[in-house]
């Protein structure tokens, strides 16, 4: 099949949940024989999308990548006090203030209509990647109808789903490929969408890396205290402040050598406080050290469509604490048998007594989900489903052809 | 696979219970904190039944205490000077254990209360956020039908058109 990807940043070096499994989906896919072109734009940081790559054609890891320029750089600052008034009632904001908001936010690609008609004419299939940004919203409806259109939407149930231009572009998709089942269960509440859809979840490679959390330890000079680990981009709105409230509260209730330790992009000031310790990006091998050390992963996030880090903690056997307000981590929590979701700082206090008072609990839920992911999400069980969704939409597309031509 | 989880949430939160009323959580202080980073979370709990449940035991648990109050008891010595000084005794000892009780008491009505609040400003949300959804719909259907006039007003040109001809 040829695949046409359309996503806001693609690259080895673009760090973010849904670009790094469009880009291990378009790679699995030429892995597995398919053709893949992927359209997106040139910039690697999301705050501006200033352009960085060079525009135009280019082969990454056998996938066709085509970069196009952004128009227009999003400025911060505007974009906050946009974003702040949009998202205040978003459902009562006119077509020209959502689309002013979108445009804000952007990416917008020079000539995107025209690069989408160019690629799609060769194509078998389009898939877009989240439903958020600009290269959906305004790239679905110029295929739409044309060819097979397929949205991986990675939604959840946050304020800017509530904008109302989604809803038709949500609508007009062929297929719906989701991560969790939770998300298809959003995306039907909030878009109100009815065409097939498939949960693939995102694949994880089981051999997986040597791991020793030993290594990490002695590498940040942790000694031999225990540890939560969080790994994640260190920002606000992934629940890390709230994150360290409740571990400084924790540790001010009862007191021990418990640390908290952070790794990822840091976007926040972190303040200074002794037991809790910022390590930095970590590359595959270190977060695999620092998995291997950890007592259990924390996953603080209210809004995650999928959550690979979770996926890893349960592949090194590690049980994990997540944040309960996200109904796809407790799902994945309550399917996987393998962590324990909390909501608020009493049961955020008692889930980490039990984790560290109980370590026979820990290494069960450990267990259980390292079994978990072993079914669930190896990257063949994964492409297979993926592969079906592909084949749902290109059928749904067909049908809705051959009623429209009757009609 | 046993469903574990679920077991140690349980035992989780009767946990939790137990020491809220044991006074080891200060009444509005947990709830001040969380409330701040729900905001800046955008975060809106849902109002379920574990919630109400929650309340009705706290309220269950209240009656107990006030029903548990112990009344000073007439003593029955003969020798009124011997049984003035055991009732006086006795009425300091009881009156000991009611100031605790009462102090226990006002700590559970001021936690209900705050919980009361909490769960009435989580219903308000989420009641604004169906009625947000609901002007989505009804927007969006203003849409639909908006389109359909401009069709039919072109429908209705055409064939005036095709008329003409």
């Known amino acids: 099949m040829r695949v046409l990807y359309t996503v806001h940043r693609y690259g080895e070096e673009v760090v973010g949940g849904a670009e790094t499994a469009c880009r291990l989906f378009a790679e699995k896919l030429v892995e597995r024989g398919h053709s893949v072109d992927v359209l997106t734009s040139c910039a690697v940081s999301y705050v501006d999308w200033a352009n960085h790559y060079a525009p135009g054609p280019q082969v990454i890891n056998g996938v066709q990548v085509h970069r196009v320029p952004v128009s227009q750089q999003r400025d911060p600052a505007v974009f906050a006090k946009l974003h702040g008034t949009m998202m205040r009632d978003p459902g009562k904001s006119t077509i020209a203030d959502q689309m002013e908001w979108l445009d804000a936010m952007g990416p917008l690609l020079q000539g995107q209509e025209s690069h989408l008609r160019r690629l799609a004419a060769r194509a078998d299939v389009a898939v877009f990647m989240t439903y958020l940004y600009p290269t959906t919203a305004y790239g679905v409806p110029v295929l739409a109808g044309d060819i097979p259109v397929v949205i991986q939407p990675t939604a959840h149930d946050e304020p800017p789903a509530r904008v109302p231009f989604f809803i038709p572009v949500m609508r007009s998709a062929d297929a719906l490929l989701y991560l969790t089942e939770e998300e298809g269960d959003v995306a039907s509440r909030v878009f109100g969408v009815s065409a097939p859809s498939v949960v693939t979840g995102i694949g994880l490679d089981m051999d997986g890396l040597r791991a020793d959390g030993m290594r990490f330890r002695q590498k940040h000079n942790l000694g031999d205290d225990p540890y939560l680990l969080y790994v994640g981009r260190v920002d606000t709105f992934k629940g890390v402040s709230e994150l360290m409230r409740y571990f400084v509260e924790y540790k001010g209730r009862n007191p021990s050598s418990l640390r908290l330790v952070l790794a990822g992009e840091q976007v926040m000031e972190l303040p200074d406080v002794t037991d809790i310790r910022y390590v930095g990006f970590l590359d595959e091998g270190d977060k695999a050290d620092a998995i291997d050390g950890c007592i259990a992963l924390i996953q603080p996030s209210p809004y995650e469509s999928f959550s690979i880090v979770l996926c890893e903690a349960w592949r090194g056997g590690r049980p994990v604490l997540v944040q309960g307000f996200s109904e796809v981590l407790a799902g994945q929590c309550l399917r996987s048998q393998g962590g324990l979701p909390y909501n608020g700082f009493a049961e955020f206090e008692g889930c980490v007594r039990r984790i560290l008072d109980d370590p026979i609990l820990a290494t069960e839920l450990g267990a259980n989900g390292y079994e978990y992911v072993r079914k669930n999400y190896s990257w063949d069980v994964v492409m297979e489903r993926f592969e079906q969704g592909l084949e749902l939409g290109r059928q749904h597309h067909i049908s809705k052809r051959r009623w429209s031509t009757r009609a | ?165």
Do not use: W
């Not at chain 2, 001021?110 to 169906?130: G, V």
């Open chain 2, 1 to 165: 696979m046993t469903n574990r989880v679920d077991k140690v949430l349980a035992e989780v939160k009767d946990d939790i219970m137990r020491r809220r009323e044991a006074g080891e959580f200060a009444v509005g202080y947990v709830e001040a904190f969380e409330s701040l980073h729900d905001a800046e979370l955008g975060k809106l709990r849902p109002v379920g039944d574990s919630g109400v449940a929650e309340l009705q035991s706290l309220l269950d648990r209240l009656r107990q205490r006030i029903d548990s109050l112990s009344s000073i008891e007439r003593d029955h010595v003969r020798f009124a000077p011997v049984r003035f000084v055991r009732e006086l005794a006795m009425s300091r000892h009881q009156l000991i254990r009611l100031n605790s009780e009462v102090k226990a008491i006002a700590r559970a009505i001021e936690d209900i209360a705050t919980r009361i609040i909490a769960t009435e400003t989580t219903r308000t949300t989420a009641n604004l956020k169906a009625a947000d959804h609901l002007m989505e719909v009804v927007y969006e259907r203003t849409m639909v039908m908006e389109k359909l006039l401009v069709l039919c007003r072109e429908m209705e040109q055409r064939i005036n058109s095709l008329e003409q001809r």
